[in-house]
T-cell receptor, first 119, second 113 residues
Framework: AQKITQTQPGMFVQEKEAVTLDCTYD???????LFWYKQPSSGEMIFLIY??????QNATEGRYSLNFQKARKSANLVISASQLGDSAMYFC????????????????FGTGTRLKVLA | EAEVAQSPRYKITEKSQAVAFWCDPI?????LYWYRQILGQGPELLVQ????????DSQLPKDRFSAERLKGVDSTLKIQPAELGDSAMYLC???????????FGPGTRLLVL
């Protein structure tokens, strides 16, 4: 089974509108972290936002917010007021594993969603 | 602003040749990661260092890939011999510690002919 599922291969959004990129995850760990990264065509992965599994508030960073629904195991990224520069691939990622028991953490990425912002 | 440095940015090689990639993490970052990203897919973790020690190399094809971080600072990933299927983007990332946010470098695009 996929650990991180991004069901939208591609999305379009009109400039200045909001858009939601979906991400569901699968883990049996109690402690885990969820990340979103942006990858422009240049290739660099740019960190956007982080949500810890014990965080009760949804994370926000400027125009980015993470809609965390723990019971549904979803961590959707919401981009408000889309800009042309938001056009890129977006990856959802999860950190799982317990250092005390396994000695390391595992990082798993989804397959990404390509967002195109229309003028 | 501190950044992760990688070189070269692009590499074209022939199959069966050796190739090496270099990464310099953000100063003070103890954890360093190497990822491989095949076109159209998400990054896949190859190896994770904590200071100079390997803490996870379970996905590293050890018959041809090797990685080192001798002084716990910069790191080298080597492929010998390269195969056609190794064509991908190789991304390096670092974090202050292993459970903290990773910051990525610009990547090295490898093409094996």
């Amino acid at each position: 089974a996929q650990k991180i599922t991004q069901t939208q291969p591609g999305m379009f959004v009109q400039e200045k509108e909001a858009v939601t990129l979906d991400c569901t995850y699968d883990t049996s760990d109690q402690s885990y972290g969820l990340f979103w990264y942006k990858q422009p065509s240049s290739g660099e992965m740019i960190f956007l936002i982080y949500q810890g599994s014990y965080d009760e508030q949804n994370a926000t960073e400027g125009r980015y917010s993470l809609n965390f629904q723990k019971a549904r195991k979803s961590a959707n990224l919401v981009i408000s007021a889309s800009q042309l520069g938001d056009s890129a691939m977006y990856f959802c990622a999860m950190r799982e594993g317990e250092w005390a028991t396994s000695g390391t953490y595992k990082y798993i990425f989804g397959t990404g969603t390509r967002l195109k912002v229309l003028a | 602003e501190a950044e992760v440095a990688q070189s070269p940015r692009y590499k074209i090689t022939e199959k069966s040749q050796a190739v090496a990639f270099w990464c310099d993490p953000i100063s003070g970052h103890a954890t360093l990661y190497w990822y491989r990203q095949i076109l159209g897919q998400g990054p896949e973790l190859l190896v994770q260092f904590q200071d100079e020690s390997v803490v996870d190399d379970s996905q590293l094809p050890k018959d041809r890939f090797s990685a080192e971080r001798l002084k716990g600072v910069d790191s080298t990933l080597k492929i010998q011999p390269a195969e056609l299927g190794d064509s991908a983007m190789y991304l390096c990332a670092s974090s202050l510690d292993r459970f903290l946010t990773q910051y990525f470098g610009p990547g090295t695009r490898l093409l094996v002919l």
